[in-house]
């Protein structure tokens, strides 16, 4: 199983940027898929996550401003990012929860994209 993410970049304070993650491989089914983040100097936390059900949740630095979502068929996640702030700067990583059948559960990594908000 791979996960790939795209869509970071540079914006300026006030912007907007939208992160996509897919998962691709021996895919039963998806649980849990997260966003993470880890700016430099600090350890990662996790943004936002949202269930197969569709139930989210999400950090207080970001509530109001970010909205994950999922395709449940495309086994595929995205982050929408609006009214950034430079404190956003960091790499986000998705993970998901994946089942490649019966019991064979494991947590899969994307490789990072890097999100860089300017003041």
């Known amino acids: 199983v791979q996960l790939q993410a795209c869509g970071g970049g540079l914006v300026q304070a006030g912007g907007s940027l939208r992160l996509s993650c897919a998962a691709s491989g021996n895919i039963f089914s998806i649980a849990a898929m997260e966003w993470f983040r880890q700016a430099p100097g600090k350890q990662r936390e996790s943004v936002a996550w949202i269930n197969s059900d569709g139930t989210t949740n999400y950090a207080d630095s970001v509530k109001g401003r970010f909205t994950i979502s999922r395709d449940n068929v495309k086994n595929t996640t995205d982050l929408q990012m609006n009214s950034l702030k430079p404190e956003d700067t960091a790499v986000y990583y998705c993970?998901?929860?994946?089942?490649?059948?019966?019991?064979?559960?494991?947590?899969?990594w994307g490789q990072g994209t890097l999100v860089t908000v300017s003041s």
């Open positions: 993970n998901a929860d994946v089942n490649s059948g019966g019991y064979n559960w494991n947590d899969y």
